[in-house]
T-cell receptor, first 110, second 116 residues
């Protein structure tokens, strides 16, 4: 019942931008795209979310395609501390639960 | 930065015993959640709680589970008779705005429950 598809893993060089793709081709008009990450079995950490416009905060940028069928999370300057599992989640307003998939394991290398 | 606090960080219990996992959500948050993660598996939703009642629960959250907000600050998850398969990391989360999800959820660091 996965609503999103993410690569299993990816590597990134420290100091470079990390671009994490996510496909959500069946997204509905009222569903938002959320990104969370989990560092080594700690609690998930909220990163960013958006509906259709691109969003940016102090942690990352979220680029959503015009048809909303895919998105990209951008970590502008990856550090070793950004090594984590990154989850792309689609969820509608009024849905209390977040459905986590397997996510993308991102390893930032020095 | 405000945090969700969970205690204990690790609990070992005998099969069949009752356990209570405790959480202190962020003070101005109104919506509270429990999730769990069995080792090596996905994070799974258990229950959401608002205005002193359960707003949504998953199939995992059966009669063995209950939640309570006994006072103005704590939020607890009780497992009445633990089974081996209840061994997992349990995460508490809270949010200011559960319906609009304006700000995302803040998760605690988790309680690792080991049933022996």
């Amino acid at each position: 019942d996965a609503k999103t598809t993410q690569p299993t893993s990816m590597d990134c060089a420290e100091g470079r931008a990390a671009n994490l793709p996510c496909n959500h081709s069946t997204i509905s008009g009222n569903e938002y795209v959320y990104w969370y990450r989990q560092i080594h079995s700690q609690g998930p950490q909220y990163i960013i979310h958006g509906l259709k416009n691109n969003e940016t905060n102090e942690m990352a940028s979220l680029i959503i395609t015009e048809d909303r069928k895919s998105s990209t999370l951008i970590l502008p300057h990856a550090t070793l501390r950004d090594t984590a599992v990154y989850y792309c989640i689609v969820s509608a307003l009024g849905d209390y639960k977040l459905s986590f998939g397997a996510g993308t394991t991102v390893t930032v290398r020095a | 930065e405000p945090e969700v606090t969970q205690t204990p960080s690790h609990q070992v219990t005998q099969m069949g015993q009752e356990v209570i996992l405790r959480c202190v959500p962020i003070s101005n948050h109104l919506y509270f959640y429990w999730y769990r993660q069995i080792l090596g598996q996905k994070v799974e939703f258990l229950v959401s709680f608002y205005n002193n009642e359960i707003s949504e629960k998953s199939e995992i959250f059966d009669d063995q589970f209950s939640v309570e907000r006994p006072d103005g600050s704590n939020f607890t998850l009780k497992i009445r008779s633990t089974k081996l398969e209840d061994s997992a990391m349990y995460f508490c989360a809270s949010s200011e705005d559960g319906y609009r999800k304006t700000y995302g959820y803040t998760f605690g660091s988790g309680t690792r429950l080991t049933v022996v």
